[in-house]
């Protein structure tokens, strides 16, 4: 019974778009609301169209409306010119009397014109004075929004400290202090059954039977990837230290990872506590180029304590870093490291002094 009172409302959505075209292409002006309210007394009263009484006439007066806001937001610059519905697309309609909507929470049930008592799920309980109700389809399944009016306190956010957010790909949200937030990646998630799901629609032959089955099997993939990026969405606005991690190895793209330099200090003999340091990877690279992921440098010098000097790393490799050690004061990225005695290579930018020469 929803969906036929749906369809009543695209059908007279529909018409009363038609007979707008129409006058337009005669040079007449556009019918008003109250005049549309007129054709549509006409149509329910057709011996055409007598299947309009069976839906409440409240909703399909509220299409007429959708179609006055079209206009005037088209007039207004706003949006496009309307459109024709499709049918099945955008199933909705709309009670805006509250007088005849009841609700009764104690059983969950809720009672709308000639669709009489219906049970439903609530999500959350329902507050404040009902003024109307939208009856929407969605992946197969109906929902009714419930519009209500009360009196609300707003209340006065309490900051206590200033944080900056960083929005991203490789990170989702990045805060000030270093936490930052992963990615959801749902659609990657959900890939492989949207994929199966997919290629079975694209055999089926169209507005069959089967292929309107494997059609909502594919609809409903979508609604599950979008919910999960909505619920996603609403749990960030809570983003704090519980949710939040400091561990870059979460992250499994190659932008930033942790990197370790195991080099004793200039001036420091050798055998010392080495000097553990984060470094900053390279951009990531055009696509097929496989992503640079260095392993962890450790090299000390043998030389006494007093003449002391150990190689920069960078000067026997083949890249750099590009930051500083604040505990050596050595520079480069590490790729792959020489064996002992190996003379530096070609274009290593080798110092003076270093063993490596």
């Known amino acids: 019974m929803m969906a036929r009172v749906a369809g009543c409302c695209r059908f007279v959505y ?51 409306k959708d179609l006055e806001r079209a206009y005037s937001n088209f007039f207004a610059g706003r949006a496009a010119l309307p459109r024709l519905k499709r049918k099945g697309h955008g ?30 799920r609530a999500s959350r309980a329902v507050l404040g004075e009902v003024r109307q109700v939208t009856v929407s389809r969605r992946a197969g399944k109906w929902f009714a929004s419930i519009q209500t009016e009360r009196e609300v306190t707003r ?22 202090n270093g936490e930052f937030l992963a990615p959801l990646g ?20 169209r507005f ?34 519980s949710r939040a991690s400091t561990k870059p190895s979460s992250i499994r793209a190659g932008r930033s990872f942790a990197a370790s330099c195991n080099t004793s200090s200039p001036g420091t003999a050798a055998g010392s506590s080495p000097c553990r340091r984060r470094a900053r990877a390279a951009p990531v690279r055009p696509a097929g180029m496989r992503a640079h992921r260095t ?22 490799h083949s890249t750099s ?14 790729r792959r490291t020489l064996p002992p005695g190996a003379p ?5 930018g080798a110092q003076p002094g270093s063993p490596a020469q």
């Open 344 to 348: 530096a290579p070609q274009g290593a």
């Open 208 to 241: 069959s039977h089967n292929w309107r089955k494997a059609r909502r099997r594919v609809e409903k993939i979508h609604t599950r990837i979008g919910h999960c990026r909505r619920d996603f969405l609403h749990k960030a606005g809570t983003f704090g230290p």
């Open 14 to 64: 529909n018409e009363a778009l038609i007979e707008q075209k129409a006058r337009y292409e005669r040079g007449e002006r556009k019918l008003g609301y109250a005049a549309l309210c007129k054709q549509l007394t006409a149509w329910r009263n057709s011996a055409q169209t007598p299947w309009l009484k069976e839906a409440p006439t409240h909703p399909l007066q509220q299409a007429l």
């Open 186 to 205: 749902s659609s990657k998630r959900h890939e492989k059954a949207l994929r199966k799901a997919q290629q079975t629609l694209s055999r089926k032959v």
């Open 91 to 120: 199933q909705s309609f709309r009670y805006p009397d509250p007088k005849q909507i009841r609700l009764d929470q104690s059983s969950s049930r809720l009672f709308l014109p000639k669709l009489g008592w219906l049970r439903y």
């Open 321 to 334: 870093f590009p930051e500083e050690c604040s505990s050596c004061g050595t520079k480069g990225r590490t």
């Open 155 to 176: 209340q006065v956010p309490k900051a206590t400290r200033v944080s900056g957010i960083d929005m991203g790909v490789i990170r989702f949200a990045t805060m000030s």
């Open 295 to 316: 392993a962890a440098h450790r090299r000390t010098s043998t030389a006494p304590a007093a003449a002391s000097r150990t190689t920069p790393i960078g000067s026997a």
